[in-house]
């Protein structure tokens, strides 16, 4: 995503990497340092307009609307407001505040100081919300169009590229660009690469010049190769944008009045816990863990659509997504050392099913829609978290429809069988259900559902698992179903998961994310798989190299005055 | 009959019921009473070991035997002798004392608690280590098996069953360990210790040794001298091991080992003191004409069982070895008596390996070279035997002398694997090893003519030609004692 202009920075020495903050992923428009949003009728702008003194670490300008994590969580928050405040916007235009400069991508000084995991944890996000931005287009009608009003270099392109369509003005000079690699020696970590020949259907000797030609081509040859959608004059540009989203608009079914305002969020948080009303999580530091508790509604749900609008961010599946989305988010950018999480339900099953068979009796709805598609990519956010997960499915659990995917997500799945003779003889023993949540709404990035990966080339096994939906699955029944990892009596239980927690905490953290990314996607390949398998794997490589890295690297000498010296043995 | 609303009426039993008391019928210090998973579990493998024992342990059928039982870990409790059928026989659980501030006293956790439970880190190696040393034990049981048929006496005979229970015991005390702390994974290691057998070409024992035939008696005191001392060091350096449930376990089981080395180191003596009174009366080396076994026999015997022995501890370089250290699983012999400073990272030492057909010395991290530290301590310890044996000779007034042989000598593991070591530490082309080898190592002729005077002796105080009467009896019983009661088709 790293590119810029080149006068973004002038570098001096490289700093050592600041100390990180707490990131908090709290926000709202009014107070945005870096976004304005704007709506009016069925169309919304958003406009970069960055702060350069609003970076989230000292020690860097972010100029030429270059961007740094901080920028990027207005951005998501923006996603998430257009999609549930604003039900009557159909296309949102993304342009720049700046003259003649869309965005220069991720901040390059930023880039040089920060960790490694620092690095790779702010793809992540970008990326992230990037595939939000694609969500919106295909599943809420809200089609996102990028209006470049000036050069979009490097992750300022690769914004562009999440977009539906991407208009470059015709100024004779504004370029799209990819000069990551002829300039930075890294890769475009936002999707760049993969979208222009994956989704944007360019040809690779032509994608191989473009990623290659640090300034980039202007809108011609751009249109040409298919890099963008169009190119305008300056003064045809506003009315050749209002016309794409009229148009954008006009063909979107997105139908829905009064909006639900995104409040914030009730969380309480000490060293040792992370607590919502819905969702609790116990840090562990010495056992480097956290245990993750995620709670069954305590009442049926409303009656009807009006009424499930009417709770709002209190609908039981809003509430609980965006909680679960928020920890997610800040575990994993705050509690690197944290490497285990422990995957719990509390609560009435049935009560989960009541929710989990209203999210599809009223799926043509257009709040209840949102809900579902969030609720999917916040389990994506879990897919491709770096962290070991372990489901523990004991009595009183409700691992059932939506909930049972948390634990189809994790990379075990431990099941109490009978129930814990000394705490409580007369408890019900777990039980799983599989419904039809688990068949089809929330599909990993590979495009299977966790049901299908889990049974990826065995159909009979999917298809067994398939007639099970709705029966309450006891440890004996999901164990022979297949669906847990292992099912234990109260003798062993107990023990065994000390004994697998602890030896977890023990193995290498860098060895255990590449298993772990390795194993939970099987099958086919998919734009988002290869963003966050191929793409990332590469930069992480490549971001770790004395090329990129060391002192002599490219990322390091850029605005120095001087190039990068490589060593130029392939590997 | 209970009956609840939502499961109904609770079935008619089926099948026998269990009249086993497992607290009383398990003889233990671990509170087995109040454990109810242990209970189970051991519930569960207990008909597995005596059916193991019944097909594989003892063939000799016998009404009962003089053995000694552990009742108790305390000085009286810990050697109670009686006569016992030995399927009744009462394989106890104990450890030793726990003392609760014990400490971990080398490696990189040296100065903490030692650990009450299998810290998750070390599960898979800490399981490994038990495992392996667990599939020792009734290894050798299953490879003396058919013993009893050649005893040279009723005394011997008793001995044998009573390393063979002990053996049982052993097994019984790494199945516990297993059970008790290692869940579903460390029951089904339990039962596998069952299902590996001796010499089974589909699944045999872990380690080489235990899977060679023990063909007589003069192979199963060299057996019990050298195969058993090497379960003595192992168990040594498992007794310093942090995880405290082991170090117990270990500490108790090395009481009983003594008695296996008692029965070797005398069981060669008595084997020696025979030949020297033959080699005297008769005037000649060759005593198999006279009913005993020639001393270079002996030495052949000793040679074997010797090189194999040291096979078992390992590759004198050892990764595995340097780590268990360092993560505190296994420590070295006698680790609290020594003087350093228990972590080892800076210190060396040298070892020998073979460089253009010489034995030549390099330098080591110590680290690396622990497997060779106890070896060393091992192989200091076999000579006392030998010294003891050489004794018998010069107090008969012969010239000749056992010998250990070098430790190149027959070796499969290690430096020395791919070489030819003579016993006296000549390095050997093949051929030369081929045609001098029958000097050193039994041949099938030897073992043959061995096995001829194996013939057994069930005569109360009576003993077999080829060996001399103990000095002594058993718990200060006379040497004629009825120490085995043969049943009836025993004797046929």
């Not at chain 1, 099953?349 to 609720?375: G, I, K, P, S, T």
């Not at chain 1, 634990?407 to 409580?424: C, I, K, N, P």
């Not at chain 1, 004996?476 to 292992?486: F, H, N, Q, S």
């Not at chain 2, 398990?26 to 019944?54: H, T």
Request: contains cysteine.
């Amino acid at each position: 995503m790293t590119a810029t202009a080149a006068d973004q920075s002038l570098q001096q020495d490289v700093p050592s990497a600041q100390a990180v903050p707490e990131v908090d992923f709290d926000t709202a428009p009014d107070r945005y340092r870096h976004w304005k949003l704007e709506v009016n009728g069925e169309v919304a702008k958003v406009t970069l307009a960055v702060d350069e003194n609003g970076g989230l670490v000292p020690g860097y300008d972010l100029k030429m609307n270059s961007y740094d994590l901080g920028v990027d969580i207005e951005l998501y928050d923006a996603v998430q407001r257009l999609r549930f405040e604003h039900p009557e916007v159909k296309a949102v235009v993304m342009t720049s505040a700046l003259e003649r400069m869309f965005c220069a991508g991720a901040n390059i000084r930023m880039l040089g100081q920060s960790s490694h995991a620092w690095k790779v944890n702010f793809c992540k996000f970008t990326n992230e919300t990037r595939n939000g931005i694609e969500d919106a287009t295909e599943h809420s009608g809200q089609t996102w169009i990028a209006a470049l009003n000036g050069t979009a270099a490097g992750g300022g392109y690769e914004l562009a590229l999440a977009c539906d369509q991407i208009v470059l003005i015709d100024d004779g000079s504004s370029t799209v660009s990819l000069p990551e690699v002829p300039l930075l020696g890294v890769l475009p970590g936002t999707g760049g690469l993969t979208r222009v020949v994956d989704k944007r259907h360019v040809r690779k000797d032509r994608a191989d010049l473009f990623a290659t030609k640090s300034e980039g081509y202007r809108g011609a040859t751009a249109v040409d190769w298919g890099l963008i959608d169009g190119t305008v004059p300056r003064a045809s540009f506003e009315q050749e944008i209002a016309r794409r989203a009229e148009e954008a608009a006009a063909g979107s079914r997105r139908a829905g009045e009064q909006g639900v305002t995104l409040t914030p969020l009730d969380r309480t948080q000490t060293e040792s816990q992370i607590e919502y009303p819905h969702v609790k999580a116990r840090l562990d530091r010495e056992a480097r863990r956290v245990e993750i508790t995620v709670h069954a509604p305590g009442t049926p749900p409303p009656a009807d659509a009006a009424e499930v609008l009417a709770q709002g961010v209190d609908y039981w599946p809003m509430a609980v997504t965006r909680e679960l989305d928020d920890l997610i988010l800040r575990l994993r950018t705050n509690e690197t050392e944290l490497g285990t999480w422990v995957l719990r339900t509390s609560g009435d099953v049935d009560q989960v099913l009541a929710y989990d068979q209203q999210l599809r009796d009223l799926a043509d709805d257009w709040f209840v829609n949102e809900v579902v598609h969030y609720y999917k990519r916040t389990m994506k956010r879990l897919d491709v978290t770096s962290r070991s997960m372990i489901a523990v499915i004991e009595p009183g659990s409700c691992f059932a429809g939506l909930l049972l995917e948390l634990a189809l997500a994790a990379d075990r799945q431990y099941m109490l069988e009978g129930v814990y003779e000394d705490v409580d003889p007369d408890a019900d023993p777990a039980a799983i259900v599989l419904t039809e949540s688990n068949n089809g709404p929330f599909p990993m990035g590979n495009g299977l559902t966790r049901l299908e990966s889990r049974f990826w080339g065995h159909d009979e096994g999917l298809e067994r698992a398939r007639g099970l939906f709705g029966e309450r699955l006891d440890a004996r029944a999901a164990d022979g179903a297949g669906l847990v990892t292992l099912a234990l009596d109260d003798i062993d239980f107990e023990e065994e998961l000390r004994i697998v927690l602890e030896e977890r905490a023990s193995l290498s953290p860098d060895a255990l994310t590449g298993m772990e990314a390795n194993h939970r996607f099987v099958g086919p390949e998919t734009l988002e798989t290869k963003i966050f398998g191929r793409l990332t794997a590469w930069q992480n490589w490549i971001f770790y190299r004395p090329n990129a890295s060391g002192p002599d690297g490219a990322l390091r000498r850029y605005g120095s005055g001087q190039r990068g010296h490589y060593d130029m043995t392939r590997v | 009959m209970t009956t609840d609303a939502r499961t109904g009426p609770a079935p008619t039993p089926t099948g026998p019921l269990s009249q086993i008391d497992y607290s009383e019928r398990i003889p233990n210090n671990v509170n087995l009473a109040s454990d109810r998973r242990l209970q189970r579990a051991l519930e569960g493998w207990q008909p597995k070991f005596l059916d193991w024992w019944k097909t594989l342990g003892p063939a000799l059928p016998t009404k009962d035997v003089y053995l000694r039982t552990a009742v108790a870990v305390g000085r009286d409790g810990w050697a109670h002798f009686e006569h016992v059928p030995m399927e009744d026989y009462r394989w106890g659980i104990f450890l030793a004392e726990q003392d609760p501030d014990r400490k971990v006293n080398f490696g990189k956790h040296k100065g903490e608690p030692a650990w009450q439970e299998v810290p998750g880190e070390h599960r898979a190696d800490l399981m490994r280590l038990i495992v392996v040393q667990g599939d020792t034990e009734p290894a050798s049981v299953e490879q003396q098996r058919i013993l009893g048929n050649t005893a040279p006496s009723i005394y011997d005979l008793r001995n044998l069953f009573q390393v063979n229970v002990e053996e049982g015991r052993h097994l019984w005390a790494m199945v516990y360990l297993l059970h008790a702390y290692f869940g579903r994974e460390g029951r089904e290691e339990a039962e596998q210790l069952l299902k590996r057998n001796s010499g089974d070409l589909d699944s045999p024992r872990i380690l080489g040794a235990f899977n060679e035939e023990t063909t007589d008696w003069l192979q199963f005191f060299m057996f019990t001298y050298f195969t058993d001392r090497d379960g003595k060091y192992q168990l040594g350096t498992l007794k310093e091991s942090a995880f405290d449930p082991l170090a117990r376990t270990c500490e108790f089981m090395l009481k009983e080992e003594a008695h296996h080395m008692f029965v070797g180191t005398t069981g060669v003596q008595r084997t020696v003191e025979r030949t020297a009174e033959l080699m005297k009366e008769h005037g000649t080396d060759d005593v198999f004409e006279h009913g005993g076994i020639p001393l270079s026999v002996i030495q052949k015997y000793l040679n074997f069982q010797f090189s194999v022995s040291m096979d078992l501890f390992g590759s004198e370089q050892s990764t595995n070895a340097g780590n268990y250290y360092s993560s505190g699983l296994k420590g070295r012999w006698q680790e609290t008596r020594r003087k350093d400073d228990h972590v080892l990272l800076d210190d060396t030492r040298e070892m020998n390996y073979i460089e253009n057909g010489k034995i030549v010395q390099k330098t080591v991290p110590m680290l690396s070279a622990l497997n060779l530290d106890l070896r060393d301590e091992y192989a200091a310890d076999c000579a006392n035997g030998v010294r003891r044996w050489n004794q018998a000779l010069e107090d008969a007034g012969l010239e000749e002398r056992l010998f250990l042989p070098h430790e190149g000598f027959n070796r499969r593991v290690g430096v020395y694997a791919n070489h030819h070591v003579s016993p006296e530490g000549e390095v050997l082309d093949d051929a030369t090893w081929e045609q001098r080898k029958d000097a050193w190592l039994p041949s099938p002729e030897d073992r043959r003519r061995v096995a001829e005077l194996m013939v057994p002796e069930y005569e109360y105080g009576k003993f077999a030609g080829w060996i001399t009467p103990p000095s002594t009896g058993i718990n200060d019983q006379p040497v004629e004692f009825d120490y085995v009661h043969l049943a009836e088709e025993g004797l046929a």
